[in-house]
């Protein structure tokens, strides 16, 4: 199990999804993405991405503006 | 006037590459011409092509030849092209090494500029399987003459991988293959899905808002969410990551791509072979000689040929103005224009900066007409022509003017090695 941390504080909608299904191709069942953004969408995408591709959605904070977002990742067929 | 000699490396003569030499070339013409100046332009390519054309080729039939000029017709006679790539970019010791002749020229500035290039190692099969419109303007060609032999079957198109230059060009493929078949009388016979690792049609929700509701009105298939894995290229299927399959008659999928293969390894790049740079005088990690524009960069907007111009005149501002001793400093302002086709003569455009987010805008034959006006004007552009024109075009978005001044430049200690 790796534990990636992605940082896309800073970048605008497509940029913390994108970042996301990035490290999403280098991880395997079991690992955890943190994603760090700064841009509100990623709440919304990264619950409605994590439901597609059957990964589970651990935690979604938000703090001074810094949403972090857990996923573990499950969905991989294996 | 710059005081004592001075070398300024460019590694790679594309959109970037060129738009930054020239204008050195053009703005500091007397220092070249005494010898107080090099700027030395390196790239392997014979030439450079025009790769938004690629489109009309692969789904207009245009002429492969017409996107295409030698690079050395390209570059300013004050520039001198070495005609190699690079193996090797010493930032700390302040030289680069050619490929094929291993020569050694030294610099005191570096601007790397060596694009991005598709990477089909990361999906196997892909390369076997896969008619790329989005490479080279003579598999474009190749694909066009497929395309007329099509009479019905599955076609899919989209998005293979991230990141890739010029995010609207696959939902543009979409678009150009709808009017193509039903131009052709076919359309009721070929089916054309449009896959895509985004939740969306288009990543950016504006932009999405606007062309979803019409890729579906023109009955083309979308799946969202698509992480493709493997091409099965007997079976003509493809697999994602999640286990769905999608089976295929013709693949025009645009390939994810990286940054050149000589950085990757190295320390100011990241494990993609993306450079690290700064979002807005583009200097490399910590260095203040080096300075990397348009497609490799690691910056968080999209790889498209006018990011790649606004940048090289920001980093060609920032250094006449610190050779002339002006003490202005000009900032990128992460403004993209991307255009979208939409078919039928209409166009859109994916535009923001780094403070203004993605705007709304319809398609329309005024756009399409922008659009075209570029492919018009883009070999000038690349010798510093009509810069005019865009700094009209791109208002406060051309560049931002910082204010920080930065010190005089350091005497070069390196020549020629
Ligand atoms: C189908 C398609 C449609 C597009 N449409 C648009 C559009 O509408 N609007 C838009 O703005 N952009 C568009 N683009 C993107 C645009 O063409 C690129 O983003 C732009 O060319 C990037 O410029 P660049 O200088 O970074 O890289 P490039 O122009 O790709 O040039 C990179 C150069 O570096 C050289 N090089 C590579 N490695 C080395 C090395 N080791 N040593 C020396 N040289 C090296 C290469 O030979 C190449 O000449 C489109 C691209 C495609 C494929």
Redesign the pocket.
Known sequence: MTKTVVDSRGTACPGPITDLIRAYRKSANGDIIELLATDPGVRADSKAWCERTNNELISLEEKNGVFTVEIRISGKKG | MVNEMKSIAV????????IFANTMAKEMSDDIRSGRLKIRI????VH?E???G??SVAFKGKNPATMRKY?SELVLPDVELIP????RVDIDNKYVVT?KTGKKFGFDEVII?????PDYSQIPGLSQANHD???SASASAELFKRLEKIRWGRIVTGIAGLPY??P??PN?SAFLLEEYFVRKKLRKDVKITFITPFLRSYSNETVNSVIEPMLKERNIEIITGFNLESVDPEKELLTSMEGESVPYDTLLLVPPHSG???FKGVEYADEDGWIKTDKYDLHVADYENAFA????TDLPIS???????LEAVVVAKNMISQMQGTGERYEFTGRL????ETGYHQATFVIGTYDRPIERIQPSLYNYFQ?KL?ERIYWASLKGGYEWLFKWHFGEDYYRKSGKEKPPMQTPKVQNV
């Open positions: 590694v790679g003569g594309g959109a970037g590459g060129l390196f790239d392997g390519s450079h025009f790769q938004p690629y489109l690079l190699e790539n690079c193996s490929e500029a060596t694009g991005s290039r419109f989005h490479t230059k010029c609207p060009s543009e050149a293969p000589i524009i348009g497609d490799a790889k498209a040929g006018v990011e790649a111009h224009q991307c255009s979208m659009k570029m």
